[in-house]
């Protein structure tokens, strides 16, 4: 099994800045099979990031996924006031798929 | 528009069962895998099982942590997936959420569409 964990746990940062949150993974991910969600309070995550780099329908060009085999990154260039919520990574190389622990973005 | 609604959660007892329903729309449910993903109160995000089409031979895969006890199927004619979930423990307590899977060929899926989540309690 596929171990992903991210960091940092909570990011306190200010509508305006940039946000870069990581995904190390516990042994190479092949073919950058890992996503980004987004998840808001209450609501069901969100796609935002698959195959490490593509932005899902939807997803604004502020987000942008990059990495590959072990390390991987989510970064948000100007955070809006929609952006502060809990984001988690996946990795979808086979089965069982595993998701991160998440990283709070916080105000 | 893609929806999909998960329902047949409530408060059950240990070792009992229950069975929850993805009801879905706004797309060919008959061509797309679909999962099961659950999340304990305050907690982060666990894959729970998933149901390949009908043309893949309608396989299913799951966690360790449910394997032999939860079980996924589909009916494809009403577009409707399915949790049975049997001999029920407290750690099962969680939101369950079911997903619309993509995949870039084979089973390698990453979730597109969620449903809003239905709410599993275990207790005595």
């Known amino acids: 099994e596929i171990v992903l964990t991210q960091s940092p746990g909570t990011l306190s940062l200010s509508p305006g800045e940039r946000a870069t949150l990581s995904c190390r993974a516990s042994?190479?991910?092949?073919?950058?099979?890992l996503a980004w969600y987004q998840q808001r309070p209450g609501q069901p995550p969100r796609l935002l990031i698959y195959?490490?780099?593509s932005r899902a329908t939807g997803t604004p060009d502020r987000f942008s996924g990059s990495g590959s085999e072990t390390d991987f990154t989510l970064t948000i260039s100007r955070l809006e006031p929609d952006d502060f919520a809990v984001y988690y990574c996946?990795?979808?190389?086979?089965?069982?798929?595993?998701f991160g622990q998440g990283t709070r973005l916080e105000i | 528009e893609v929806q999909l609604v998960d329902s047949g959660g409530g408060l059950v007892q240990p070792g009992r069962s229950l069975r929850l329903s993805c009801t879905t729309s706004?797309?060919?449910?008959?061509?797309?895998?679909m999962s099961w993903v659950r999340q304990a109160p305050g907690r982060g995000l666990e894959w729970v099982g998933f149901?390949?089409?009908?043309?893949?031979?309608?396989?299913?895969q799951y966690a360790a942590s449910v394997k032999g006890r939860f079980t996924i199927s589909r009916d494809d004619s009403k577009s409707i997936a399915y949790l049975q979930m049997d001999s029920l423990k407290t750690e099962d307590t969680a939101m369950y959420y079911c997903?619309?899977?993509?995949?870039?060929?084979?089973?390698?899926?990453?979730?597109?569409?969620w449903g809003q989540g239905t709410l599993v309690t275990v207790s005595s």
């Open positions: 042994q190479s991910v092949t073919s950058r099979y």
């Open positions: 149901i390949t089409s009908k043309t893949y031979g309608e396989t299913t």
């Open positions: 706004g797309f060919t449910f008959r061509i797309y895998a």
């Open positions: 195959g490490a780099s």
């Open positions: 997903t619309r899977d993509l995949s870039p060929g084979g089973d390698y899926y990453y979730f597109d569409y």
């Open positions: 996946q990795q979808y190389d086979g089965s069982p798929y595993t």
